[in-house]
């Protein structure tokens, strides 16, 4: 009977330890469970936090985006790497074929084309509105877009000397008020001598008679005349570009000249073009 009861003791002492140890072990699950909740949870802040900044990301690039499709019209196009143009200038220079001889206008066949007669017609109402074409001293030339004005040197110079002469205050006023009508222009001014040696106290020869009657033009067309510098080249030819052989007194005088050589710069001027906020719907380009 004692050997009973000690049996039935010793059972439920075991099983109250047993359940002892299992309750703790629960506790100890369930204390790793919340850790593992709390863990979880400043996990998922911490990917929201994430997806919120990539998804500010991506409203900023739809933005930029949404920025470009609007400013669509300001796209670029290279020309036969002569310029690069905006679709707004290109709508400028539509407007500009429009006042041209619609038989000029359909023989040019590319853009390049299309961008040279409209540069061409500019120029050339630049030059209607000053007439160099009053004196036999004064040639002019044009070239598609280059515009050639070659002066003799009895209109600017005296003999042998590179100081522009006073009476040249008319025909420099002239090419002034063509330079100046047209921002993108860029001019060349180039000093040609005939084939006679010439040697003084301050020129040592053709070639730098050339050069300084070429740089005394730019410094008049720029002191006098409001020319902006940057638009002007001096050059000097000596007289290796002869119009004529240097054979008798005439034709030596034909040689002794300055040329102006009126090169549009493209680039400039179709970007001055493009900030013209003026648009026309036209599809001809």
Not at 15 to 40: D, H, M, P, W
Not at 49 to 59: C, G, M, P, S
Request: proline share 2%; glycine share 2%.
């Amino acid at each position: 009977m004692k050997k009973i009861a000690l049996t039935l003791l010793t059972t439920a002492l075991l099983a109250s330890c047993v359940s002892k140890k299992k309750y703790v072990e629960l506790q100890e699950e369930n204390g790793q469970i919340k850790s593992q909740l709390t863990k979880t949870e400043v996990e998922k802040e911490q990917l929201e936090a994430k997806f919120a900044q990539i998804q500010q990301r991506v409203d900023d690039y739809n933005s930029k985006i949404n920025s470009l499709q609007d400013e669509s019209n300001s796209k670029m196009t290279t020309v036969d790497d002569a310029a690069v143009i905006s679709e707004n200038a290109k709508e400028q220079m539509r407007a500009t074929l429009r006042k041209i001889d619609p038989q000029e206008v359909s023989e040019a066949k590319t853009l390049k084309d299309s961008m040279n007669l409209a540069i061409a017609y500019n120029l050339q109402n630049s030059l209607n509105n000053v007439n160099f074409f009053e004196d036999d001293d004064i040639s002019v030339n044009i070239d598609e877009t280059v515009v050639m004005i070659s002066i003799s040197d009895k209109l600017l110079f005296n003999t042998a000397s590179y100081r522009v002469s006073n009476k040249a205050n008319d025909i420099l006023q002239k090419l002034a008020d063509v330079i100046n009508s047209e921002p993108s222009l860029e001019v060349m001014v180039e000093g040609h001598t005939d084939a006679r040696p010439v040697h003084t106290g301050s020129i040592q020869d053709n070639w730098d008679l050339s050069v300084k009657r070429a740089t005394a033009v730019v410094r008049k067309l720029q002191d006098d005349f409001g020319v902006d510098p940057e638009k002007l080249i001096a050059a000097g030819r000596s007289k290796y570009q002869p119009l004529v052989p240097n054979d008798n007194n005439e034709d030596r005088a034909k040689n002794r000249r300055t040329r102006i050589v009126i090169l549009p710069n493209i680039n400039k001027f179709f970007a001055l073009m493009a900030s013209n906020d003026q648009v026309i719907d036209n599809s001809r380009l």
